[in-house]
């Protein structure tokens, strides 16, 4: 490209920045990529690649290279960009996102103004900077001046951009690696090769080849608000007439109600996730999908039902729980009756033969499972001795985690997925259950549920760490409570006090942490790619891990004086 012909590693005309001493001189980089694309070719790692994978990969890299294990950091970078540069090269020109930093530029003569989005550039031929972005906003890039991390997640959230290439010091890499591998977005990153805020360099024949490296394949990423908003969508009285057939009796309308009303319906979603991930033509759910879905969400309300009635709760979704509302007897029949439907709408879908039965012996015995779980909660309630941690996750992982892996086993066995993920689908589900449970007790905790499994002495983490942790006349009090011999009402607020200490609750995020790494850890012996990247960005929208500020409405509105980066036009 003659555009760079002049400008390999471009200096800036004053004080440059200090040479970054774990990265390797020019002749070294350039053996150690040979060495890198050489093992990425030959293992072929599936992308994306968790902390452990990275480490685990570069140190294979350190060993076959006899590399400096200085080098470690500037080597991740290298092999992560390997194992994406496929994908990355599928995306699109125009949906991707070229971000360079606001150093690279002369600092001491630059005359460009900096606004909300980043650097203005005045394309002064100073430093490297207007020539890069003129060459990558010709393909069809975003182009980014700035330290962007709140504005690239909000760009990958918005679907607009599906591939970055980001140039910057290795210790903001390693920063955006773990938002960026929870997106699971292909990205190509260049590290600065001096360190400091001003006067950088950087190899812009490195940054050349990212911009440029394209595909014929064209990539398919698949959009998960919309997939959830297709699964919201089963859910309205309409569809479910059009799904479930009409309405013929007071049963009937009331499951229907019930399932009609509002909820996270994660389940479904994973049930389509699952199918999507194995669906090789990149076509929207096909319609026949959606009594799957709706056998998942029939599933789990009915266990909510049941769930209600068994805890004596009189709130769900901030309404009266349907026992409180109709009685028992009509609450207990509905939910018996939404299992049937379940097990209808799963025998009726348009599957063929073998994987409808494989179908049927999953939700069975995820059925079985959960009723083992919830068992092992209510006779441990007749007798309610104290649990220890291990316990009580023990139930979350017979309880919650079931319903979780039922529905992505649908979903895979219904799109026809192929043997060695089930075994992975296990592990992932357990895991997640077991976190999102966790997180679950924190938030009822806070009061942000319909019901307290603290104000109700029912199995918590929170009230067993804090049992575990505590000592003396709190521990008395603890065990005293959970074995019904005090009411609670009488020591609520000490109680209260001793379950909500800090420690406790840190303890508790420190679990949920654990159990999220193993579910992201066990998606390593995925060989999908499809399913491994859309398994890792459930966990970060489950649990919210990127958090979208509001730079997208800046962006496509140009809200910033004569500033719009991207045209106002339908994603």
């Known amino acids: 490209m003659p555009e760079f012909a002049d400008m390999h590693n471009v200096a800036p005309k004053v004080a440059p920045a200090p040479v ?28 994306p690649l968790s902390v ?28 992560n960009n390997e194992v994406w540069r496929g994908a990355f090269a599928a995306v699109p020109h125009d949906r991707r996102l070229l971000l360079l930093p606001k150093c690279l530029r002369d600092h001491g003569a630059c005359p460009a103004k900096i606004d909300d989005l980043g650097l203005v550039c005045e394309g002064c031929g100073r430093c490297p900077i207007h020539d890069l972005k003129a060459q990558a ?53 260049i590290p600065l090769l001096r360190d400091g805020c001003v006067n950088t360099a950087v ?26 908003a297709q699964a919201e969508s089963w859910f309205t009285a309409q569809a479910l007439e059009e799904t479930l057939g009409p309405v013929r009796g007071q049963t009937e309308q009331i499951a229907r109600d019930w399932l009609a009303k509002s909820g996270k319906r994660w ?50 979704y901030g309404q009266k ?44 015995s995820g059925h079985r499972s959960l009723c083992i779980g919830q068992g092992a909660e209510l006779c441990w309630m007749r007798n309610p001795l104290p649990l220890s941690p291990q316990e009580v996750i023990d139930i979350f992982r017979q309880k919650t985690a079931p319903a979780f892996e039922v529905a992505l086993r649908l979903g895979a066995i219904y799109a026809g997925g192929e043997d060695g993920v089930w075994e992975v689908l296990n592990h992932y589900s357990q895991a997640l259950g077991i976190a999102y449970q966790i997180r679950d007790d924190l938030n009822d905790f806070r009061g942000e549920g ?62 949920l942490e654990n159990h999220k790494q193993q579910a992201i850890r066990c998606l390593s012996e995925l060989g999908n790619a499809n399913l491994k990247g859309l398994l890792r960005r459930v966990i970060g929208r489950i649990f919210r891990d990127i958090e979208s500020k509001d730079w997208f409405r800046e962006l496509t509105a140009g809200n910033a004086p004569g500033r719009q980066i991207i045209a106002d036009s339908p994603a």
């Open 52 to 79: 452990d994978e990275l480490r685990a990969h570069c140190r294979k890299v350190i060993d076959l290279a006899h590399a400096d294990a200085k080098y470690l950091n500037f080597i991740a970078v290298l092999v």
């Open 20 to 47: 970054v001493e774990n990265i390797p001189p020019k002749a070294q980089r350039e053996r150690l990529l040979g060495v890198i694309r050489d093992y990425v070719r030959r293992s072929e790692p599936i992308p």
């Open 203 to 228: 190899d812009l024949d490195w940054v050349q080849d990212a911009i440029c490296v394209a595909s014929e394949v064209k990539a398919r990423r698949t959009d998960m608000d919309a997939l959830r």
């Open 267 to 316: 389940r479904p979603f994973l049930a389509v996730c699952a199918q999507q991930a194995f669906a090789s033509n990149g076509d929207p759910p096909p319609e026949a999908l959606r009594k799957v879905a709706v056998a998942v969400e029939c599933f789990h309300k009915a266990s909510l039902i049941h769930d209600d009635i068994e805890d004596q709760d009189e709130l769900r």
């Open 450 to 511: 319909d019901s307290s499994d603290v104000k109700a002495m029912r199995p918590s983490v929170l009230l067993a760490l804090a049992y575990q942790s505590a000592d003396g006349r709190a521990r008395a009090l603890l065990e005293a409570l959970w074995r019904r011999a005090i009411p609670l009402e009488t020591a609520l607020e000490q109680a209260e006090a001793v379950i909500g200490d800090r420690k406790v609750q840190q303890e508790a995020c420190r679990l």
């Open 137 to 189: 906003e010709k393909l069809g890039y975003v182009v980014l001046v700035a330290e962007g991390i709140p504005v690239v997640m909000s760009l990958i959230e918005s679907g607009r951009i599906e591939a970055i290439v980001g140039v910057s010091c290795l210790a903001s890499l390693e920063r955006v690696h773990p938002l960026i591998e929870t997106a699971a977005v292909p990205g190509i990153a």
């Open 321 to 364: 729980t349907l026992h409180e509302q109709y009685g028992l007897p009509i609450a207990l029949n509905v939910g018996d009756f939404l299992l049937g439907e379940g097990y209808r709408m799963i025998a009726e879908c348009d599957a063929p033969p073998d994987r409808k039965a494989r179908m049927l012996a999953t939700a069975a």
